[in-house]
């Protein structure tokens, strides 16, 4: 007997078993392993120069590669665990949340960074460009886009 195809469509599989978990990894990365980078493409005009980075920015910095570590093994293994419905929209919910918090995290920046894509540098992408996709994405997802619709039966 042939297992069952997955409820899933494929571009859902891409997006959250493959892409994100990429993109999540390479923030991790950036955090940890590039902090003075990372600093300055966050905001050029308060990031300290690289040997004069606060141990407890490096702390947080290093925290934040870890939930970014996190957010990407959970996301990997936790969606690949299971191809319930259900439980994909739950975990997706909670990360359309944190996708919002993200982009208010960076309102400090300047209303700018919202829209003017043209000025974006790599960071601005990851916390803004990427975070947009990922957000539609997910608003799709759980509205049921691209999913087969159940066909309905007709009483006699």
Not at 46 to 57: E, F, K, N, V, Y
């Amino acid at each position: 007997m042939a297992p069952a195809a997955s409820p899933i469509p494929a571009p859902y599989n891409l997006v959250f078993l493959y892409l994100e978990p990429a993109s999540t990894l390479a923030g991790a990365v950036w955090a940890h392993f590039r902090q003075a980078e990372y600093l300055e493409l966050t905001h050029a005009a308060s990031a300290p120069p690289a040997q004069l980075i606060p141990t407890s920015t490096s702390i947080v910095l290093t925290q934040l590669a870890n939930l970014y570590l996190l957010l990407c093994v959970n996301e990997a293994l936790v969606l690949r665990a299971t191809a319930d419905v259900s439980v994909w929209k739950t975990f997706l919910l909670g990360l359309l949340l944190a996708d919002f918090g993200h982009l208010a995290s960076v309102r400090l920046v300047g209303s700018w960074v919202y829209w003017q894509v043209w000025k974006w540098n790599a960071i601005d992408w990851g916390n803004v460009g990427v975070v947009y996709v990922l957000a539609v994405v997910r608003i799709c997802f759980l509205a049921g886009v691209g999913f087969e619709q159940k066909k309905k039966k007709k009483h006699a």
